[in-house]
Nanobody, 115 residues
Framework: QVQLVESGGGLVQPGGSLRLSCAASARIFSIATMGWYRQAPGKQRELVASITNGGNTYYVGSVKGRFTISRDLDKNTVYLQMNSLKPEDTAVYYC?????????WGQGTQVTVSS
């Protein structure tokens, strides 16, 4: 089982930026799609951004142009750069990996956007 550990959450003012990191315990980026999900209170968990093993990216419409997903193969780490943050971005953000045979989740990191 691959372990994922997120970091980088916190409190930020509207318009600010944060970078989330997700460190994987094994070299899986060549076979896995990595994703960032978020869950706000009272809402379902939603996919925010993902990057395939081939490097193709996806963003949900509400974050296009503001968030960027990237990965560092040497560090086994995937990032989510979040700019121009809005109060509606407030949520617990989770890292996920998915292969043909398995998937796993990190423990989540809280992002709060508030003045």
């Amino acid at each position: 089982q691959v372990q994922l550990v997120e970091s980088g959450g916190g409190l930020v003012q509207p318009g600010g930026s944060l970078r989330l990191s997700c460190a994987a315990s094994a070299r899986i980026f060549s076979i896995a799609t990595m994703g960032w999900y978020r869950q706000a209170p009272g809402k379902q968990r939603e996919l925010v951004a993902s990057i395939t093993n081939g490097g193709n990216t996806y963003y949900v419409g509400s974050v296009k142009g503001r968030f960027t997903i990237s990965r560092d193969l040497d560090k086994n780490t995937v990032y989510l750069q979040m700019n121009s943050l809005k109060p509606e971005d407030t949520a617990v953000y989770y890292c996920n990996y998915r292969t043909d045979f398995s998937q796993g989740w990190g423990q989540g990191t809280q992002v709060t956007v508030s003045s």
